[in-house]
């Protein structure tokens, strides 16, 4: 059956459909070798040959979401030209596995990979305003004045960057662990608050998105996600001073540990 392109290389887990779209206008991708650029264009991919950058899509079976605790030093690309890690050394060889968002190189935890771009799209989306929450171990005492400016904000790419919720959580030695929970995935977006701030950040982590915890589960260890938290992750909504404390220790459920874990 005859679907919007968009739609159907999203739900063949090529990427998010505002990334796929991206592709199109491009020039990227082709029906029976013919380039399209057109967004309203329809395909099947039962009956139509369609390829991006040349590869052909074919369509997938069940969907997958997973959850990975990246660990620092890795990138989330699936090669890199440097050499580097990659997210992807440490995740089951999946077809069109592919990261909701990224988590830059020097940063850690909580990163969902899955081949449903649709369902991608609007966990993604800053209109759904969905909370992702930081631990940020500051590298020193904070400043003066310094939480005030990190709730402030910055002018980030013409447009105001600022977290929903912060506050210290412990000191720590002669240092602090901050709570910083935002609502878009923007590059780099806490180090470059926490910097405007004047709060040097020693480690990042992301500890929780939307209703979903990173817990237990160990450095580069996997698991799969449950349907029922594929299908309540958009049922939890930003609301402005609910973002809480990272749940303590005892309140977590212990993820079951080991790369692998769960139904390849």
């Known amino acids: 059956m005859e679907e919007r392109l968009q739609k159907v290389l999203a739900r063949s887990g090529v990427a998010s459909r505002r990334a796929v779209e991206q592709l199109i206008v491009e020039g990227r991708v082709a029906i029976n070798g013919k380039t399209v650029r057109e967004l309203g264009t329809r395909a099947d991919l039962e009956r139509d040959l369609v390829t991006v950058d040349g590869e052909r899509i074919r369509r997938i079976g069940q969907p997958r979401y997973l959850l990975l605790h990246k660990p ?5 690309t699936r090669s890199d030209p440097e050499g580097r890690p990659t997210i992807y050394d440490l995740l089951p060889d999946i077809p069109g596995l592919f990261s909701v968002g990224r988590l ?6 909580l990163l969902i990979l899955t081949t449903d771009g649709d369902w991608a799209d609007q966990i993604a989306h800053p209109r759904y305003a969905i909370e992702r929450e930081y631990e940020v171990r500051v590298a020193g005492p904070v400043p003066p004045g310094g939480m005030e400016r990190l709730r402030e904000g910055i002018i980030l790419d013409g447009r105001l960057a600022r977290p929903v919720a912060a506050h210290e959580m412990r000191p720590e030695g002669n240092s ?3 709570s910083v929970v935002m609502v878009e995935g923007r590059r780099r977006e806490v180090r470059l608050l926490c910097a405007g701030a004047g709060i040097p950040v020693k480690r990042l982590i992301r500890r929780r998105f939307g209703n979903l915890l990173l817990g237990w589960l160990g450095q580069g260890h996997w698991r799969n996600l449950t349907q029922q ?3 309540s992750l958009l049922a939890r909504r930003a609301r402005p001073g609910e973002a809480g404390a990272i749940t303590p220790p005892g309140r977590r459920q212990r993820a079951r540990q080991g790369r692998g874990t769960g139904d390849q």
């Open 229 to 231: 938290e594929v299908t």
């Open 72 to 76: 620092p030093g890795y990138v989330t």
């Open 176 to 178: 602090a662990v901050l």
């Open 104 to 109: 830059d190189k020097e940063t850690e935890g």
